[in-house]
């Protein structure tokens, strides 16, 4: 079956969470990472998933991302449920409509390739124009570093390369885990202008995060607060 194009879809939505639940297994028994999330995701906005280490925000972005099963509840990205999906269907929207950057700098990048072919594999991947990839570099402030290793990037460089290739081909959904946790401020600012005008051009961007900068800069606030939602 193929995978539907989310960019045509006319619907307000990029992504809906109902009565959202996971677990996980621990050496002790079971413990909630979420619990009966209800979440509206419209199109062209971003959305800050706030709240103290351990209350589910980087268990909430796996989930929309389609790498954490969710134990009840559906995850609906356009008209999808990524709960009914294979794996494979699965992998393939998720490379065709989202970019990822994952909170482990060094876990976005392929060791042996340079920042600059960072961004052109996702651009393949998602089948899209890499020529993109010397702008959305510069516009992290790293046009510079385009010939350079992870091995020889700091981490929040590392970041910043991840950042762009999350972002370029205009993707449906940007998931991003506390993406300036790493940055000064100077870069934080860089970061958070690329991803407004990504949000301008009809993307959904959604970051965890715990920086004041990037919660001001939400046009929705979620926290939460032991796996539930207590303020949006």
Do not use: W
């Not at 482990?104 to 998602?126: F, G, H, M, T």
């Amino acid at each position: 079956m193929p995978v539907p194009d989310l960019r045509d879809t006319t619907g307000p939505n990029a992504a809906l969470c109902r009565s959202l639940a996971v677990d996980y297994r621990t050496s002790t028994g079971t413990v909630p990472a979420l619990r009966d999330i209800d979440l509206t995701l419209e199109r062209g906005r971003l959305t800050v998933i706030a709240g103290p280490s351990g209350s589910g925000k980087s268990s909430l972005l796996r989930v929309l991302a389609g790498l954490q099963a969710a134990r009840a509840g559906s995850v609906l990205v356009g008209d999808d449920d990524l709960a009914r999906m294979r794996s494979a269907r699965r992998r393939r929207l998720r490379r065709s409509t989202m970019g990822i950057v994952l909170q482990n700098p060094s876990d976005n990048l392929v060791e042996y390739l340079r920042a600059d072919e960072q961004v052109q594999l996702s651009a393949r991947l998602r089948g899209v124009d890499p020529s993109e990839s010397p702008e959305l570099l510069d516009a992290v402030g790293l046009a510079d570093r385009a010939s350079s290793y992870p091995s020889e990037l700091s981490g929040g460089e590392q970041q910043r390369v991840a950042f762009a290739a999350a972002a370029i081909g205009q993707p449906l959904l940007l998931l991003a885990d506390e993406p300036t946790a790493q940055l000064d401020t100077t870069a934080g600012q860089l970061l958070m202008t690329a991803v407004r005008e990504l949000v301008a051009r009809g993307s959904t961007a959604v970051l965890a995060s715990h920086d004041a900068a990037v919660i001001d800069a939400a046009d929705d606030l979620v926290r939460l607060q032991d796996g539930r939602v207590v303020e949006r």
